[in-house]
């Protein structure tokens, strides 16, 4: 079956520490997104990307790098220099970046202390 | 920034009854989506309507969009328990830049 594969599924690490949050993707779709979502709120936009080693910055991206050498791939690390990184994290892909819908993985909860 | 703006932030209905969620928008706009969120589950894609059509169906969804007030909404007929969940409307700005915007969502509750 294809689809989005985000791991973990749980993340927790100490303050200060970079972590990175992996995204695979076997669907052969063009773009891919990183959203951040905090408890009951919606999603905020990250990055994105529409082609492999090209992305754009969202709407907060500070504090967050990505990398798109892959198609199938789309990690996010989240530095320290992000100052408040505990959230849930979601990846999406599309076939391409406009008229089509968003394939979301579930998610990587991520918590910082 | 969020371009989509949702209420109501929260409803409840018994099972039976529709649920319309409304959506607005500040920019022009390639479509409209609506997605569910089942509580800490990734979303999943319910319909997407384009800039140029005013209605669409799919089962017991009903959306319309209306560019010249910038809003959509999402009417669930008939509703189940089972639909309980959050919804958001997201936007594909116009010129193709790729950005999907999401809004802040509703959450329904349907009561058995």
């Known amino acids: 079956d294809g689809g989005i594969t985000q791991s973990p599924k749980y993340l927790f690490r100490k303050e200060g520490q970079n972590v990175t949050l992996s995204c695979e993707q076997n669907l052969n779709h063009d773009a891919m997104y990183w959203y951040r979502q905090d408890p009951g709120q919606g999603l905020r936009l990250i990055y994105y990307s529409q082609i492999v080693n090209d992305f754009q910055k969202g709407d907060i991206a500070e504090g967050y790098s990505v990398s798109r050498e892959k198609k199938e791939s789309f990690p996010l690390t989240v530095t320290s220099a992000q100052k408040n990184p505990t959230a849930f994290y979601l990846c999406a892909s599309r076939r391409q970046s406009y008229n089509s819908p968003l394939h979301f993985g579930n998610g990587t909860r991520l918590t910082v202390t | 920034s969020q371009q989509g703006e949702e209420d109501p932030q929260a409803l409840s209905i018994q099972e039976g009854e529709n649920a319309t969620m409304n959506c607005s928008y500040k920019t022009s706009i390639n479509n409209l989506q609506w997605y569910r969120q089942n509580s800490g589950r990734g979303l999943v894609h319910l319909i997407l309507?384009?800039?140029?059509?005013r209605e669409k169906h799919s089962g017991r969804l009903r959306v319309t969009l209306d560019t010249s007030k910038k809003s959509s909404s999402l009417l669930i007929t008939a509703s189940r328990a089972a639909d309980t969940a959050s919804y958001f409307c997201a936007t594909d700005s116009s010129g193709n830049t790729g950005k999907l915007i999401f809004g802040q969502g509703t959450t329904l509750q349907v009561k058995p």
């Open positions: 309507i384009r800039s140029n059509e």
